[in-house]
Structures are given as C-alpha cells and as structure tokens.
C-alpha cells in the first residue's frame, strides 16, 4: 500500500502593519492659487496651482535664488532682438531670464534647428 | 510373629542462601504524538510603511518606501504563498490601494525570503522555517490630499498582509 | 541479604519389632539447601504508550501526555537501585524528539505492592514495583512536517531499571 501526500494548505495567517504620512499644504497666494516648491517635473521651479485642482498656471525661478536646474524644459525667457522686418537679427545681445514660457524644445528637420515655444497667460 | 518394621524419615535441616545479583532489566513503552503545521508572525511590533511628509501638488518625501514582514513556520513546510489579493479590504483594497490623509498610495509584495531552521535531534526539537515578505508602497505625484489646516498629521493607517501555507 | 533458615525436625525412631508386633518410629535427618538470586523483571514491557494527542505548532499552553505505569516484579523484599531512561530514543535524564517536538519524561520513585509468602502448599508471589511516568511538551514548538499534519508519530522509549 502506498500513501499519497497531498500538498493541502494548512490554512492562512495575518501580519498587521501601518501606512503613515503627513500632509502639508502648498503655501497660499492669499488666492485661490497654492504655490508649490517640490512639483515633480518642475526642475526646481517654484510653480503656481489652483489650490482645489492643481492646474498649474504660472512657473517661477527656484525659491532662495537657488540655480535652475540645468535641465531642457526650464521656464526660461528669451528676448532675442529682431529687425524691423521681424527678423531675428542675430545672437548678441540676447535678454534671457525667467518667464512665463511653459515649454519650449528644440527640434531638428532636415538639417536646420527649430525652436518651437508654448506661452501660457 | 512378622516383624514389622516402621521406619521414617525426618528432615534434619533446610538451609538458605540468597544473593543479590547486579543486573538491569527494560521496561519499553511508546511515545506518540500529531503534529498541525502552523506558521505565525514573527515576534515584534508591527512595521510602518512610511511616506513622511508629502507636500500638496508635490510630492513625498520617500515616495517608495518598503517595509519587510518575517513568519516563522513548522520546519520542512513549504514555503508559504501570497495570492493576488494579499492585503485587507477593510482600510483599502485587497490589491494593496489606500488613501492617507486624501493621498492614494498602492502596495506591492515581494518575496519570500527563506531562512531555515535546524532539523531535530534526540533531544532538540526542530526550529522554524522564517520567511520575509517586502512590502513596496508607492505615492505619486501631484495630489492635492486632504486637510483643512495648513498641515495635518502624521497620519497612521493599519493594514495587514494574509499568506497561506 | 542472606537469609538463612534453619528448621529442627523431630525424627523416628526405626526399631526392629519383635515378632511380638510392637509399633515403633524412627527418624534419619537431612538438609534442604538452595541459593536464590533476586531479579527484577518487566511484566507490562511495549504494551504502554505516552501519547501527547495533537500539538498544533506554536501553540501557547504545554502538552501534557497520557501518564503511563510500568511494573516490574521483583523477588519479594528485594528493589531496585535507580531507573534512567534510554539513550537511544533520548537522554537518561528523560529527554525526547517526536514529530520535531521536544517532550520530557519523569519517571517517580517506585511503589510497592507486597507479594505473599510461599507455604507449604502454594508458591509464593513477588512484589510488584510500579513506576508512573509522566511527561510535558513545551508550548511555543515548530515542530518538523512537511504537509498541513503529520503522525501520529511513535518513537520507542526505554526504563532501564538497574538492581
């Protein structure tokens, strides 16, 4: 006679553990708009939301002076001086800082570069 | 006249001696017993899956944190397993979501590690089988939470992890 | 230890009788003598069991297994010197292994229940030496199974009883 063991499981058993966390609100504009210092994707900027859906509005230089990060997709302004004509009249003299652009890249086609810009108001 | 003799015999003495001689003897009996095979939790207080402080629209300052959970079994059990819905339904879902302070988080197990105990000997009973399990919690980005003041917590929430062996 | 005896009997006397049928005795004398060696032996070896029921693994409380007696009967008067358990299935102290749990025997201190003395028409009996063995098994134990449940299980244990 042989005997068969049957690998029937025995039964079941619990281990308790706890999930924890702390919120702390976006610093208020004294609006309805919530700052916000540690968006993901933000580079470091300091970027205004509509404190009830966070719908980002606006994109600010980093908190304390602190540098942007060096990092494509920055909120940078960039004034280049362009002719009568409207025409980019060369490099020099570019006015760049911080601005209300929320996107911007650079994009190669046959050849020549493109920069191609998303404003926000 | 016939001569009739009568004789008798009588027994003059009985002597006696006894010894004692060194020796042992058996007395042979059984001992029986069943085994149920059981795993338990392991001793010590129950560890937090802890997200620190999440800034709203931000995000947590350990946006992954992990945690490990050790069982202890009967020695030679098959290692236990987890099914697909590992954890309670009570403080989230069975698949492992949940909400801390308006913040979803989700939950993920990995595992088991095994560490074995020792076989038994004719006078050590067998030690457990240990098995650890790691929980891995995830809190996305860009939630706004939930909390009428300025800050609110930290917040615990219990939950548990079922296995079955 | 020896004990010796001594008996008188009262002898005959064997005459010769006169044709005349006078009724006479007579008596001629001799000596009984034996050496007795004591023993012990088993009169209930293999037909006991300790049996500890279900352990169910890290279970709280101790087990506590079937108290057993076992008997050995011994030239009345005589008794043993000491009783250690086996070394084979355990320690002498008692100790064991069943299914992966450790279980502890005690064996006490003998009872005694007298034999009767022989007579001149029956045989005597010896005296009866009972020891009771009781056991634990500590709460808190793995065991070792490789299934949901496993046994029961037997393992074979030993008195030694030394005289």
């Known amino acids: ?121 | 006249m016939m001569k009739r003799f009568l004789a008798g015999a009588a027994v003059a003495g009985i002597a006696f001696a006894s010894t004692a001689q060194a020796g042992t003897t058996n007395g042979a009996f059984n001992v029986s017993a069943s085994l149920n095979s059981e795993c338990a939790v392991a001793a010590g207080a129950p560890p937090t899956l802890d997200f620190g402080v999440y800034t709203a629209f931000g995000s947590a300052a350990t946006p992954n944190p992990s945690i490990t959970l050790t069982f202890n079994c009967t020695h030679k059990l098959p290692a236990p397993t987890v099914s697909g819905t590992p954890f309670d339904g009570t403080n989230g879902t069975t698949a492992g979501g949940g909400t801390v302070v308006g913040l979803f988080y989700t939950m993920a197990v990995t595992g088991p590690t095994s560490a074995l105990g020792t076989d038994a000997t004719t006078s050590a009973g067998a030690t457990a089988d240990a098995f650890t399990y790691t929980i891995t919690g995830t809190m996305g980005a860009g939630q706004p939470g939930q909390c009428t003041t300025a800050s609110c917590g930290p917040t615990t929430v219990g939950r548990t992890l079922t296995i079955s062996f | 230890m020896g004990l010796s005896l001594r008996a008188a009997a009262a002898a005959a006397a064997l005459g010769f009788v006169l044709p005349a049928a006078q009724a006479a005795t007579t008596s001629n004398n001799f000596n009984v003598t034996v050496t007795l060696t004591s023993q012990c032996a088993a009169t209930n070896s293999g037909t006991t069991t300790v049996a500890f029921g279900t352990y169910v693994a890290f279970q709280v409380a101790a087990a506590t297994g079937t108290a057993v007696n076992l008997t050995f009967q011994c030239t009345r008067g005589f008794s043993p010197v000491s009783a250690a358990f086996d070394t084979v299935n355990g320690t002498a102290a008692g100790v064991g292994v069943v299914q992966g749990l450790q279980y502890t025997l005690t064996a006490a201190a003998p009872t005694t229940t007298a034999g009767t003395a022989a007579t001149t028409a029956t045989i005597g009996t010896g005296d009866t030496k009972t020891y009771a063995i009781t056991s634990t098994m500590p709460g808190g134990q793995a065991g070792s199974c490789a299934t949901a449940s496993c046994g029961p299980t037997t393992v074979v244990r030993t008195l030694i009883v030394t005289f």
């Open chain 1, 1 to 121: 006679m042989s005997t068969v063991a049957m690998d029937a499981r025995a039964g079941q058993v619990t281990a308790p553990f706890y999930v924890k966390a702390a919120l702390q609100k976006a610093a208020p504009t004294g609006s309805a708009f919530c700052r916000v210092r540690n968006m993901p994707g933000a580079y470091g900027a300091v970027v205004t939301v509509v404190c009830a859906t966070g719908t980002v509005v606006e994109i600010g230089p980093p908190a304390d002076q602190a540098a942007w990060l060096p990092i494509h997709g920055g909120a940078y302004r960039f004034l280049p001086p362009v002719s009568l004509a409207g025409v980019m009249s060369g490099d020099s003299d570019m006015d760049t800082g911080l601005g209300t652009v929320t996107s911007w890249r650079v994009f190669k086609v046959a050849g020549r570069d493109f920069l191609e810009m998303t404003v926000r108001w």
